[in-house]
């Protein structure tokens, strides 16, 4: 089956493992060291192979690292390179919240934890603000064409999760539909 | 057996979560949101906010630390397994399904109709989540500034989410 010979699952394993341990800020912030690691250092994927594979990740529903993990996994060593690196990605998270979670229950409640979980709380709500304004903006670029159904979906969405109340699981089966239906049926406001 | 049916009702929560969240962590945010908060009342608010934080100040991916975080919470070690391999089960078999033939995939008309309709839902989502958790927890002038204070720190790139938290938690225990 194999082209040729991939690296063995244990150094896949160490790989993702030493990624997903040193990477702070999430997926964004992590592909670009998967990257670095697995184009430039260990030169398993060419750059373009590397690309096509963050495009693919981002179509597809999940956590981005796990889902550029599984991929790359599987394209250097089949199925157990993808769960080699998918485990490697994960672990250090596993084991780093269980053990800040054992601690903070235990803290929880210290009148300074207290305090700081005051300030980062309405910091939290600015933080997923912004991340609202950088994700919309990537959209609007994505979409040269289309922005009308772009703004109709996305004025849709929010009054029926906002004002309506419906299930955002509904929604966003409903807007997959929408999208199927628009390509088929294209009106107005497509032009470039 | 209360523990299994958690750990079951965990481990599928967390999949459903994982198969609908297009556009990664902050796309759960709504989703674990309705299911943790609203439907089955796991956790408070303030809790939930607390584990995106934690989970945003930690190493690795952030829907990973949050679903380890949330299911700990609720079940303890198995809980935190079972959110975990939850979270992860869609995007494996997916993924492992896809890879063969993903040329296809990602250049399939039906997946890009597909994915152009879910995008600008989700970051929708979001919004609204936005607006929902902003209500109780900007109750006063000291949280609107330190939330707007971050907004603008972000917008304007002068600095990134790890150091705003770190900033904000230094605000809390100057102001509170």
């Known amino acids: 089956m194999k082209k040729r010979p991939g690296p063995p699952p244990g150094k896949i394993f160490l ?172 009106v107005g406001g497509d032009d470039p | 057996m209360i523990l299994l049916t958690r750990l079951c009702d965990l481990f599928l929560s967390f999949s459903r979560i994982g198969l609908t969240a297009f556009g990664g962590g902050y796309a759960m945010i709504p989703l674990l949101r309705t299911e943790f908060i609203v439907a089955r009342q796991w956790l408070t608010l303030g809790e939930f906010l607390d584990i995106i934080a934690i989970a945003e100040m930690t190493p690795g991916p952030v829907a990973i630390n949050a679903a380890t975080y949330i299911g700990y919470k609720v079940a303890g070690v198995p809980g935190a397994a079972a959110a975990t391999l939850g979270v992860i089960t869609p995007s494996v078999v997916l993924i492992l399904i896809i890879a063969g033939l993903f040329q296809h995939y990602r250049s399939s008309p039906l997946v890009r109709a597909v994915i152009s309709g879910i995008r600008p839902a989700v970051i929708a989502l979001i919004f609204s989540a936005v607006l929902v958790m902003g209500r109780p927890v900007l109750v006063d002038f000291r949280a609107f500034f330190i939330s707007l204070a971050a907004f603008l720190l972000l917008i304007t790139g002068k600095m990134r989410p790890l150091p705003v938290i770190g900033l904000s938690a230094l605000l809390g225990l100057l102001l509170y």
């Open chain 1, 15 to 186: 790989t993702f493992l030493k990624i997903g341990a040193f990477t702070f800020g999430g997926g964004y912030a992590m592909l670009p060291l998967i990257r670095e690691t697995v184009v430039e250092r260990e030169k398993w994927l060419s750059d373009e192979g590397f690309l096509d594979i963050i495009s693919l990740t981002q179509s597809v529903p999940g956590a981005l690292a796990v889902n550029a993990a599984v991929f790359i996994g599987r394209q250097l060593a089949g199925i157990p390179g993808a769960l080699a690196a998918t485990t490697g990605a994960v672990l250090p998270s596993f084991l780093i919240i269980l053990f800040v979670a054992a601690l903070f229950t235990r803290f929880s409640q210290h009148p300074l934890i207290i305090k700081v979980f005051m300030g980062i709380r309405p910091a939290v709500v600015g933080l997923i603000a912004y991340a609202v304004l950088l994700l919309g903006r990537k959209v609007i670029r994505a979409r040269a064409r289309g922005n009308g159904f772009t703004v109709a979906v996305a004025g849709a969405a929010f009054l029926l999760v906002y004002r309506f109340g419906l299930n955002p699981f509904l929604v966003i089966i409903a807007a997959a539909g929408a999208g199927l239906l628009y390509s088929f049926f294209p």
